[in-house]
């Protein structure tokens, strides 16, 4: 990509809609603000949020000033380190939280270094599923020993609980359809299918009861949810705007702790113990591609926007 000097590419969309409000703009490159860094991105993660800010979903408690970017989370090579930070020198292999990180420079206001054995898009890909699936496990207080029922669990968020549900100790039962059982296996749930029936199916499979559950999907299944648990206070959802009608918790961002949760997660995929699959990658000018591809809701693990090519 050629560029003009300190200008860059960036996704910006400039009214709520469909993809078709999705653009590639040349602006003016970020610079790091105090206790900030700033990276060359090599990998930007795809979220749902992103589409539901885009199509409007979230304008009744979120001002959006327009031109406004994509992505929150991004790996990449640090190359501007603001006053009020330490431990991270130019060059750096990063990976974190930040905002509009789908562009060719960003700044992000919490990070850790990427481990040597994963890929700066597997890096760019986890600081927002595993904050959420650490926020939700602890939100919903599920303990070693007991079991969880996640729904829709092959997704990112989902793939982030049930690993790190199975290291604390932890049952899980995640939902999924069928051709998706193989996946859930691997990363150590016990699969069954959504739809009706998933009261009796879950019973079969846990006949002494379900101790939590979490709703990822946001796919109408809090009454279900509450019937197998038998107790609203271990419901949670991430994805359903209405679950505090039923007098279940809703867990939304900002994230929580974020430099624990990165550098936790930077331990565990340096020693082998969690594992993302990047389901799929697309370059910049795809970026209202792989919305889509989100807003379908049959992704297995994420997706990423690379710029590492």
Not at 66 to 86: L, N, R, T
Not at 102 to 129: C, R
Request: aromatic share 6%.
């Amino acid at each position: 990509m050629e560029n003009h000097p300190d200008k860059m590419k960036a996704v910006q969309f400039s009214r709520y809609g469909g993809p078709e409000v999705v653009h590639v703009v040349d602006i003016d490159e970020p610079h790091a603000g105090q206790g900030q860094v700033r990276i060359a991105v090599w990998g930007a993660g795809v979220n749902p949020s992103d589409w539901k800010r885009r199509n409007g979903q979230y304008r009744d408690f979120e001002e959006v000033t327009f031109p406004s970017g994509f992505g929150v989370e991004a790996s990449g090579i640090v190359d501007e380190i603001a006053p009020g930070v330490s431990q991270v020198s130019i060059g750096d292999p990063v990976f974190g939280f930040g905002q509009n990180t789908m562009a060719q420079y960003a700044v992000l206001t919490h990070w850790a270094h990427k481990p040597d054995n994963v890929s700066f898009e597997v890096a760019a890909g986890l600081p927002v599923i595993v904050e959420t699936a650490t926020r939700a496990l602890e939100e919903v207080g599920v303990r070693s020993g007991e079991t969880l029922l996640v729904s829709g669990a092959a997704g990112g968020i989902g793939s982030a609980v049930i690993q790190l549900a199975r290291l604390r100790g932890i049952t899980v039962i995640g939902t999924a359809s069928g051709q998706k059982h193989d996946y859930l296996r691997g990363l150590g749930a016990i699969p069954t299918i959504y739809g009706p029936g998933l009261a009796e199916r879950v019973k079969e499979l846990a006949p002494e009861g379900v101790n939590a559950a979490l709703d990822l999907a946001g796919s109408g299944i809090i009454p279900e949810l509450i019937k197998i648990t038998g107790d609203t206070s271990r419901v949670l959802s991430v994805a359903d705007f209405t679950a505090e009608q039923y007098g279940v918790k809703f867990s939304h961002g900002p994230p929580k702790d974020p430099e624990r949760v990165l550098n936790d997660i930077a331990r565990l995929c340096s020693d082998g113990l969690f594992h993302l699959q990047v389901e799929r990658t697309f370059p910049l000018e795809q970026t209202a591609e792989a919305q889509e591809v989100s807003a379908r809701g049959r992704v297995m693990g994420k997706l990423v926007i690379s710029l590492s090519s």
